[in-house]
């Protein structure tokens, strides 16, 4: 029931874009997506729910498709704070929430 | 406004032995969810409290369990402790109890099983 993220780790340039998706096996109400940085607590970026509503971050976007039980998070310019962990959460029918398997992204200079 | 609170930030304990860990929301947030994060892991559902009930239970033994206050602070805890029980234990809080509700995390507390 955890949801599967890919890649697993990615390394960016400044100023490259990154794509990170996260597919689950059952049917989802919302997706949320989080940043972890070493050391710290998870931090919320963005939520998008069942039906298009969307909210979030100015230089983040995210996508949801709901029939595929999907979403992907879109890092475009990037820049050295965003380096951390990217973990998507779930919540389905059970309202049980669950993290995603997690993506490291390291931005070089 | 305050964010999440979380005490201890460091436990040390030893096998057998039981701990409690105590989570203050946000004021005004009356859903405390509570995690459970190692490195083999990832970040694993533990039980989400709304006005006192709980919610939701993830998938772990009933040597984990959790309460909610009236005030909204939430403890957990873990009795006749093991090796595997040493992670950060993460609490969160949001408003309500609904999927659109953002959950903001507390630092943490890091609990080490000797």
């Known amino acids: 029931q955890q949801p599967v993220q890919s890649p697993q780790a990615v390394i960016l340039r400044e100023g490259e874009d990154a794509v990170i998706n996260c597919s689950s096996s059952?049917?989802?109400?919302?997706v949320h997506w989080y940043r972890q940085k070493h050391g710290e607590a998870p931090v919320f970026l963005m939520i998008l729910l069942k039906g298009g509503e969307q909210k979030g971050h100015e230089k983040i976007s995210a996508s949801f498709n709901e029939k595929k039980q999907q979403s992907s998070l879109y890092l475009t310019a990037s820049q050295l704070s965003y380096s951390g962990t990217y973990f998507c959460g779930t919540r389905s029918s059970g309202n049980q929430f669950y993290f995603g398997t997690g993506t490291s992204l390291t931005v070089i200079p | 406004k305050a964010g999440v609170t979380q005490t201890p930030r460091y436990l040390i304990k030893t096998r057998g032995q039981q701990v409690t860990l105590s989570c203050s929301p946000i004021?005004?947030?009356?859903?405390v969810s509570w995690y459970q994060q190692t490195p083999g892991q990832g970040l694993q559902f533990l039980f989400e409290y709304f006005s006192e009930t709980q919610r939701n239970k993830g998938n772990f033994p009933g040597r984990f369990s959790g309460r909610q206050f009236s005030n909204s602070r939430s403890e957990m805890n873990v009795s006749t402790l093991e090796l595997g029980d040493s992670a950060l234990y993460l609490c969160?809080?949001?408003?309500?109890?609904?999927?659109?509700?953002?959950?903001?995390f507390g630092p943490g507390t890091r609990l080490t099983v000797l």
């Open positions: 969160a809080s949001k408003a309500a109890s609904g999927a659109s509700d953002t959950q903001y």
């Open positions: 004021s005004g947030h009356r859903s």
């Open positions: 059952k049917a989802l109400y919302s």
